[in-house]
Antibody, heavy 121, light 106 residues
Framework: QVQLQESGPGLVKPSETLSLTCTVS????????WSWIRQPPGKGLEWIGY???????NYNSSLKSRVTISVDTSKNHFSLKLSSVTAADTAVYYC???????????????WGQGTLVTVSS | SYELTQPPSVSVSPGQTASIPCSGD??????TCWYQQKPGQSPVLVMY???KRPSGIPERFSGSNSGTTATLTISGTQAMDEADYYC?????????FGGGTKLTVL
């Protein structure tokens, strides 16, 4: 059974870059899409972007200028970088496997446990 | 940009049927999925491709999608079903989430 685990600093200073890694265990990262989603405290879910194991990406247009998602198949993990962060980027960040079929059927499953990142000086 | 609208809250009595709507322009022409999120936990997929249940999801969960509204239905609602529920769709190469509905079982 595939499991995902987020890791990275829980505190980031304003204007700096948030960096997180999602390690995939119990299965290969190959042949799938992988995604980052965030949830500000007490609010709803926001999709950040996804990456295919080959390296192709697609980002939420509202974050595109600040987001980079990369993949390392040799380590079976993928990563998120979000630059120039502000307090509005404070959220629980989740990684998830993204299912995307030719018929535009999409869903996220499974999800990691999430990691809270606070932006504060 | 595409939007999915959910009511902030829905209440249901134990054993009754709960219906959680998710509306969007021509949503019936898109595929919708649903997530359940309990406090302090990660979201869990409970429905995909409008009406398919993932393995391990109880049969009391069902889904439909037609016109402008997708609906998650929980029959014989139990206390353990109390949670936030989010719908999600795909539009113009973008993932869209609904704002979420808090289901209260009382």
């Amino acid at each position: 059974q595939v499991q995902l685990q987020e890791s990275g600093p829980g505190l980031v200073k304003p204007s700096e870059t948030l960096s997180l890694t999602c390690t995939v265990s119990g299965g290969s990262i190959s042949s799938y899409y992988w995604s980052w989603i965030r949830q500000p405290p007490g609010k709803g879910l926001e999709w950040i972007g996804y990456i295919y194991y080959s390296g192709s990406t697609n980002y939420n247009s509202s974050l595109k200028s600040r987001v980079t998602i990369s993949v390392d198949t040799s380590k079976n993990h993928f990563s998120l970088k979000l630059s120039s962060v502000t307090a509005a980027d404070t959220a629980v960040y989740y990684c998830a496997r993204f299912e995307y079929t030719k018929s535009d059927v999409t869903w996220f499953d499974p999800w990691g446990q999430g990691t809270l990142v606070t932006v504060s000086s | 940009s595409y939007e999915l609208t959910q009511p902030p809250s829905v209440s249901v009595s134990p054993g009754q049927t709960a219906s959680i709507p998710c509306s969007g322009d021509k949503l019936g022409y898109k595929y919708t999925c649903w997530y359940q999120q309990k406090p302090g936990q990660s979201p869990v997929l409970v429905m995909y491709q409008d009406s398919k249940r993932p393995s391990g999801i109880p049969e009391r969960f069902s889904g439909s999608n037609s016109g402008t509204t997708a609906t998650l239905t929980i029959s014989g609602t139990q206390a353990m079903d109390e949670a936030d529920y989010y719908c999600q769709a795909w539009d113009n190469s973008t993932v869209v989430f609904g704002g979420g509905t808090k289901l209260t079982v009382l």
